[in-house]
């Protein structure tokens, strides 16, 4: 089964994975870094008018899969 890393973004800081995790494919991968990045968020949540969460994977040796990002962000004036 194949490794990937997952290092978290969080605005300008990254934080990189230590040790890769074994899923079967990238869907399952794709899964995790969905579910990571909910978790992420309830804990921004809490006085945060913006903020970017992603995770970035990568496979085990460093190549990039994919990222998955999640923006934060509040507007007072009503325009996206």
């Known amino acids: 089964m194949p490794r990937y890393r ?28 969905l579910h990571a990045l909910a978790e992420m968020a309830k804990d921004a949540i809490p006085g945060t008018m913006n903020r970017e969460l992603a995770v970035e994977v990568a496979e085990e040796t460093g190549k990039p899969r994919f990222i998955a990002k999640l923006i934060l962000r509040i507007t007072r004036d009503g325009r996206l």
């Open 6 to 33: 997952f290092n978290v973004r969080r605005d300008e800081r990254v934080f990189l994975d230590p040790e890769s995790q074994e899923l079967p494919g990238i869907e399952e991968a794709e899964a995790e870094a």
